[in-house]
Nanobody, 124 residues
Framework: QVQLVESGGGSVQAGGSLTLSCVAS????????MGWFRQAPGKEREGVAT???????LYAQSVKGRFTISQAKAKRPMYLQLNSLNSEDTAMYYC??????????????????WGQGTQVTVSS
C-alpha cells in the first residue's frame, strides 16, 4: 500500500513563500493522479492542484498564478511551490494519490491514498 509523507509546511508572513514536498513509499507504476488538497478549520477539504500521469495539471482558481505543482523523475517526490501567500491560504495541506486508471478530479473522495498533512500558517 502506498504511503505518502508531506513536509515543508511552516509559518510565514503574507507575501511569503513555501515549498511543500510529498514522497511516496513506493514507485507508482500504474495510471495515477496525484494532488495537493487543503483543509482549513471548519471548512471542507478542497483540491488545490492536481497532476495526471500524462502531465495534465489543474489548479483551483484561488491559487492559479501563485502555486505551482511539479514532480521529479520516477514519479516522486511531488512538490507544491506556494508564492504570494495570504491569510486565506492558512490550512493543513495534504498530498493525495489515486491509482489504477482513475478519473482525475479535484474531489477528495476520488483519492484513496493520503499523507498525514503539513500545516501552513500565513500571518498578516
Amino acid at each position: 500500500q502506498v504511503q505518502l509523507v508531506e513536509s515543508g509546511g511552516g509559518s510565514v508572513q503574507a507575501g511569503g513563500s513555501l515549498t511543500l514536498s510529498c514522497v511516496a513509499s513506493e514507485y507508482i507504476d500504474s495510471s495515477y493522479c496525484m494532488g495537493w488538497f487543503r483543509q482549513a478549520p471548519g471548512k471542507e477539504r478542497e483540491g488545490v492542484a492536481t497532476l495526471e500521469e500524462d502531465g495534465t495539471i489543474l489548479y483551483a482558481q484561488s491559487v492559479k498564478g501563485r502555486f505551482t505543482i511539479s514532480q521529479a523523475k520516477a514519479k516522486r517526490p511531488m512538490y507544491l511551490q506556494l508564492n504570494s501567500l495570504n491569510s486565506e491560504d492558512t490550512a493543513m495541506y495534504y498530498c493525495a494519490a489515486a491509482t489504477g486508471a482513475p478519473i482525475c478530479t479535484a474531489l477528495a473522495v476520488d483519492y484513496g491514498y493520503w499523507g498525514q498533512g503539513t500545516q501552513v500558517t500565513v500571518s498578516s
